[in-house]
């Protein structure tokens, strides 16, 4: 009897799991047993990482093969646990040394050939493999420029199941170390100065970017709805280095990380089409649910255009991410968690017909009314700023005012975030949208005159206890944009009149 361990990961959403694999080899008909909740991909695996062994010239072993993956109790799937199955089942027929397997992580899938295939999730399963006190890896060649933006382990890459075997036989140079990295450049962004007019609109992308705040955008169409939203990204500051990482291993979950340059150092910027299916919303799939695009723009924006168009009930889920910033989804192999704190923009006509000039309308009011109910009542009383937009009138930027290019706006923006930086120190938020009501109203409370709209509107049922908050919020954004230590009673008015502007 012949036993040995390799070690691979068991990925929860983005939280990763260490799984240690032994192998025995015992006497009994030839076959394998595969034990420890797998599922059918896994289940698979067995017949790949045979192919894969003896087209790589090595002989499996002809007697009874059994591999346990522990912790037992805990469901794996996935096809990446292939390379450590196939280093434990050599190593316990003693065809390798099993000393280097000792602390490394194996994460990849074999072809049949033996190549080594690239998985999802690399980052978060590093990470995870560091938490164990793993000190090595061996990934995927293709997943090297991922891999490398873990620190304090060592990486290796291997492109053939051969490499992996001749370096646990000591030979040196047979897998590959990672490239020295080189910062990619930042993403080109549309620029602000190309959209004509709509001052309030841009003064309430700016107050967004400015605090981190929900948008809505309606008016007719041609107004630059869509065109805005897209220039948000420009104004939002780059990703610190906690949160890029954050975001990149969501990204790698999802598989929609760039071989060559992996690190999201930006904010992402995901725009759905009204078609989207809930579990490509929210996230969901076979076995353990995998991130939406509620996920994927987490630390980003989520543009929602066309919003009247979409299901009320994929628009409805969207409420819990905005209030919690993450995602549960329950399937029968576990509960996943996803990171979804984004900022949201909804843009929409205000009817079906959608006239260029309202008065042209052919909607009937109940129509109307039909239409911009699909934006209920608890949805909206999330977004903080509302802002209704206007046909444009005239193609002359001496008519219309010469806009402003994205740069000078985005200075404005940093400023302000660096003041609320400031006062949140040492806060687990940054920006005004992310500071809880009782903090802003107990350590920040602000006098008497100052709050007296909100204390009306609270009265006549105007304005809700979460509605009241996010005035508050918005208000200390008005502040650090003008320079000011605090809100006074007009920067609470302005934020009430951004939230009583009707969408109707």
């Known amino acids: 009897m012949a036993l040995a361990r390799a070690w691979s990961v068991a990925l929860f959403g983005v939280d990763g799991v260490a799984v240690e694999i032994e192998a025995d080899i015992g006497a009994g008909l030839p076959g394998v047993q595969l034990v420890g909740l797998a599922d059918t991909a896994l289940h698979e695996a067995k017949e790949r990482v045979r192919a894969a062994v003896r087209n790589t010239g090595v002989s499996w072993p002809q007697q009874r093969v059994t591999l346990a993956l522990s912790p037992a109790s805990l469901p794996k799937g996935g096809s990446g646990y292939d390379m450590a199955l196939a280093c434990a089942v050599l190593a316990a027929a003693q065809t390798v040394p099993a000393g280097p397997l000792v602390g490394t992580l194996l994460l990849g899938e074999l072809g049949l050939d033996g190549r080594v295939r690239p998985v999802r999730g690399v980052l978060p399963g590093l990470l995870a493999a560091r938490r164990a006190g793993l000190r090595r890896a061996v990934v995927p060649v293709a997943t090297l420029p991922e891999a490398a933006l873990v620190d304090g382990i060592d990486i290796l890459g291997a492109a053939r199941l051969r490499d992996v075997l001749d370096w646990l036989r000591g030979e040196p ?179 079906p017909c959608a006239p260029a000039r309202d008065v042209d309308c052919s909607c009937s009011p109940n129509a109307r009314r039909r239409y911009l109910a699909r934006l209920s009542g608890p949805l909206l009383d999330r977004v903080d700023l509302r802002v209704p937009m206007r046909p444009i009138t005239a193609m002359d930027p001496a008519e219309v005012g010469e806009p402003e290019p994205t740069a000078v706006v985005r200075a404005r923006v940093q400023r302000a975030r660096a003041r609320a930086a400031d006062r949140w120190a040492g806060r687990a938020w940054r920006t005004n949208a992310d500071a809880p009501g009782p903090v802003l109203r107990r350590e920040y409370g602000l006098p008497r005159e100052a709050t007296s709209l909100l204390d009306r509107g609270l009265r006549t049922g105007a304005l809700t206890g979460r509605g009241a908050d996010r005035c508050l919020r918005v208000a200390w954004t008005l502040a650090d944009l003008a320079g000011r230590d605090r809100p006074d009673a007009e920067h609470v008015a302005a934020a009430l009149e951004f939230r009583e502007r009707s969408v109707g």
């Open 173 to 351: 140079d047979t897998l590959t170390r990672p490239a020295e990295t080189v910062a990619p450049a930042p993403p080109a962004v549309p620029d602000l100065v190309d959209v004509l007019g709509q001052p309030e609109a841009r003064w309430a992308l700016e107050v967004a970017a400015a605090g981190g705040h929900h948008l809505l955008l309606i008016g007719p169409p041609g107004t630059g709805k869509t065109m805005l939203a897209r220039r948000m990204g420009g104004l939002l500051p780059p990703l610190s280095a906690d949160e890029a990482l954050e975001v990149t291993a969501v990204h790698s979950v999802a598989g929609t990380l760039s071989e060559e340059s992996p690190l999201v150092g930006v904010p992402p910027f995901v725009a759905p089409h009204h078609s989207i299916s809930m579990a490509a919303l929210i996230g969901g799939g076979q076995g353990l649910a995998r991130p939406g695009a509620v996920s994927r723009a987490h630390r980003g924006v989520l543009l929602i255009d066309e919003a009247c168009e979409w299901g009320s009930h994929r628009l409805e889920a969207l409420r819990t991410a905005l209030e919690e910033g993450e995602v549960r989804i329950g399937r029968k192999d576990g509960i996943v968690r996803y990171p979804a704190r984004f900022q949201l923009i909804l843009a929409t006509n205000p009817c």
